[in-house]
T-cell receptor, first 113, second 113 residues
Framework: QQQVKQSPQSLIVQKGGISIINCAYENTAFDYFPWYQQFPGKGPALLIAIRPDVSEKKEGRFTISFNKSAKQFSLHIMDSQPGDSATYFCAASIGSNDYKLSFGAGTTVTVRA | NAGVTQTPKFRILKIGQSMTLQCTQDMNHNYMYWYRQDPGMGLKLIYYSVGAGITDKGEVPNGYNVSRSTTEDFPLRLELAAPSQTSVYFC????????????FGPGTRLTVL
């Protein structure tokens, strides 16, 4: 079964708006939570990542919020741009287990100009 | 650096045929991975390798085999292709010292009819 549950499956946002993607996990041994961005016909690329010792990490317009007690984390895309239109995957891994990634199902984000 | 390269880009197989998906990286990465991506399912780990001569199963290894004779190459073998193996296959690699960041190839789209 999916170890990381991701929602929504897809979302449409206007240019300049905020996109929010949520993920939940059950395995408390997970200690690394990356987000990957994938454009059509390309492989995924690491976007931003967080470890459970911090509650938030920001890189430019992308922010990860992490709630350890709720076992949830989310990606916020601020001031969404048409170039952000892509599929976003959350993932989780365990450092002591060779960082093997368990991926969420993915969210397709469409930013309308 | 070409990064992670995969061949072929596309392939159609008949049921029962075999083939090898090629993956090469020129970044001197120790770790290499094979994932399959199915619509609405995210990516699932098939096999991975922590160095030449060492391989291990991932989440969905049945129907596949791998070998790692060099640091650069990590081919994935399908012996008796089945329709359930229709998918997009991604190879990835990472540094031993930074195994938390995986670099993905462009993928191979395989259809088994």
């Amino acid at each position: 079964q999916q170890q990381v549950k991701q929602s929504p499956q897809s979302l449409i946002v206007q240019k300049g708006g905020i996109s929010i993607i949520n993920c939940a996990y059950e395995n408390t041994a997970f200690d690394y939570f990356p987000w990957y961005q994938q454009f059509p016909g390309k492989g995924p690329a690491l976007l931003i990542a967080i470890r459970p010792d911090v509650s938030e990490k920001k890189e430019g317009r992308f922010t990860i919020s992490f709630n350890k007690s709720a076992k949830q984390f989310s990606l916020h895309i601020m001031d969404s741009q048409p170039g952000d239109s892509a599929t976003y995957f959350c993932a989780a891994s365990i450092g002591s287990n060779d960082y093997k990634l368990s991926f969420g199902a993915g969210t397709t984000v469409t930013v309308r100009a | 650096n070409a990064g992670v390269t995969q061949t072929p880009k596309f392939r159609i197989l008949k049921i029962g045929q075999s083939m090898t998906l090629q993956c090469t990286q020129d970044m001197n990465h120790n770790y290499m991975y094979w994932y399959r991506q199915d619509p609405g399912m995210g990516l699932k780990l098939i096999y991975y390798s922590v160095g030449a001569g060492i391989t291990d199963k991932g989440e969905v290894p049945n129907g596949y085999n791998v070998s790692r004779s060099t640091t650069e190459d990590f081919p994935l073998r399908l012996e008796l292709a089945a329709p359930s193996q229709t998918s997009v296959y991604f190879c990835a690699s990472s540094y031993r010292e930074r195994t938390d960041t995986q670099y993905f190839g462009p993928g191979t789209r395989l259809t088994v009819l």
